[in-house]
T-cell receptor, first 116, second 110 residues
């Protein structure tokens, strides 16, 4: 149980285009989903927290107009990187938490984004 | 000061060795503590939670010292498959968000 999927697993796009990443909880309802970014040899950095049906809460330094998050249902959250630039190239990982596990998060397999 | 600090390593150990990782955290009000394991280019996976009384899961033992704001992970009888990056993770009091350390690299060699 507690499986989280992400799609796509990797994507290459041109500078200036937008990319959408999907995060799905497959066998549980995720009241909260988190989006992280990880640069090479660095740790995961939380970008934003999203609760189903409400606006995401962004961490300091993360541009909400550039990283659009939609959590429209209890099993799906999307992250759209708008007008991507090469410095946005990174490993994007989502995680999900159900109401029953207040501290435990289940991670998706990640999406590797390369902007050329 | 970083919220969660770890020695990045790498720790290079032979199979069968015992190895210990340490981690310190800055927020004394932190509530929950975890060790995650991350393999290269993969997502982190929960290894174990860390409790005040200490806890053991097979070859892995985790300890928490709240007074010193210090967490440890001990791996006994290291296997080749233990090679990975070990992430110390702390749940901060505010916002229920997890804060990750940068990780400690372990390489177990035959």
């Amino acid at each position: 149980g507690a499986v989280v999927s992400q799609h796509p697993s990797w994507v290459i796009c041109k500078s200036g285009t937008s990319v959408k990443i999907e995060c799905r909880s497959l066998d549980f309802q995720a009241t909260t989903m988190f989006w992280y970014r990880q640069f090479p040899k660095q740790s995961l950095m939380l970008m934003a927290t999203s609760n189903e049906g409400s606006k995401a809460t962004y961490e300091q330094g993360v541009e909400k107009d550039k990283f659009l998050i939609n959590h429209a249902s209890l099993t799906l959250s999307t992250l759209t990187v708008t007008s991507a630039h090469p410095e946005d190239s990174s490993f994007y990982i989502c995680s999900a938490r159900s109401g029953n596990t207040p501290y435990e998060q289940y991670f998706g397999p990640g999406t590797r984004l390369t902007v050329t | 000061r970083k919220e969660v600090e770890q020695d990045p390593g790498p720790f290079n150990v032979p199979e069968g060795a015992t190895v210990a990782f340490n981690c310190t955290y800055s927020n004394s009000a932190s509530q929950s503590f975890f060790w995650y394991r991350q393999d290269c280019r993969k997502e982190p996976k929960l290894l174990m939670s860390v409790y005040s009384s200490g806890n053991e899961d097979g070859r892995f033992t985790a300890q928490l010292n709240r007074a010193s704001q210090y967490i440890s992970l001990l791996i006994r009888d290291s296997k080749l498959s233990d090679s990975a990056t070990y992430l110390c993770v702390v749940n901060m009091e505010y916002g229920n968000k997890l804060v990750f350390g940068a990780g400690t690299i372990l390489r177990v060699k035959s």
